[in-house]
């Protein structure tokens, strides 16, 4: 089985042919919602909305644990993260996908381990390479096949949100090494290690970050929203080329 998560702008994998739908408990509480089960061209996919089905849930307020536990559950051969990101880099302009290979994590206040009690042996995961490179390469061989522009590879910084950046953060964080920034990609691809799942993000760029580009301010969320509805005609196809070779 192969489990997404979609970020903003996918709400529902409209390729998708649903057979149920499931809600799963978990010690740390309720999911983003209920979990869509169906096929892709006759592979079994899971579906989660990470903001909920009326992307109603801001980034600082997912509960990043429970969704990755819940799936954990299902023990999904690979899990896609997809996630709206603001360009930082110049190549990394609206309606571009990225497999970003590593993350810069600028969040705070949110509950990013299962590793919080006092009666186990203290451990630290290894997140030198965050993503699962198998997951990657797998990701990127079916944009190919599916006739599909990726860039492979980026810097993701992770921030807290739900605000947007000021000028001076982009520089920052470009300064830093940033090529890409979320609000999402943290905990999220931390938890994803720590319970030892297959997890790769593509993110999809659906604005200039702050102070980039034409605009002197940040672009509506109107307009946002136009660009990640036309980048998600590609991550669909990306998609079904990734069950295709799913086996491989
Ligand atoms: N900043 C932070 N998160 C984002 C952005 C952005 O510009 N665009 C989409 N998610």
């Given at each position: ?7 903003s ?10 057979s ?23 592979y ?19 509960n ?20 709206a ?9 609206p ?88 609000m ?39 307009e ?25």
């Open positions: 089985m192969l489990a997404i998560i979609g970020g702008g996918m709400t529902q994998l409209s390729c998708l042919e649903i149920h739908r499931q809600i799963i408990r978990t010690p740390y509480g309720e999911p983003s919602g209920p979990f869509t089960f169906g096929k892709v061209n006759d079994e996919i899971v579906f989660l909305a990470r903001h909920g089905h009326g992307h109603t849930i801001p980034p600082h307020l997912v990043y644990r429970a969704n990755l536990w819940a799936l954990n559950t299902l023990k999904p051969k690979y899990v896609i993260a997809v996630a990101v603001g360009g930082i880099r110049e190549d990394m302009v309606g571009k996908l990225v497999i970003p290979d590593q993350i810069i994590d600028y969040t705070h206040g949110r509950d990013s381990t299962y590793f919080n009690t006092t009666d186990e042996p203290v451990t630290h995961i290894d997140f030198t390479y965050p993503y699962c490179s198998a997951t990657r390469a797998q990701l990127f061989k079916a944009a190919k096949l599916a006739g599909e522009s990726v860039i492979d590879g980026g810097v993701y910084a992770a921030v807290q949100g739900p605000r947007l950046e000021t000028a001076a953060e982009i520089n920052r964080l470009e300064r830093d090494g940033a090529d890409m920034v979320g999402t990609g943290m905990p999220e691809t931390a938890l994803a290690r720590e319970l030892g799942l297959n997890y790769a993000t593509l993110a999809v760029v659906a604005n200039h970050a702050a102070g980039r580009g034409t605009n002197i301010a940040a672009v509506p969320l109107k946002i929203f136009v660009v990640l509805e036309a980048a998600m005609v590609h991550v669909r196809n990306i998609i079904e080329h990734l069950v295709n070779c799913y086996g491989d």
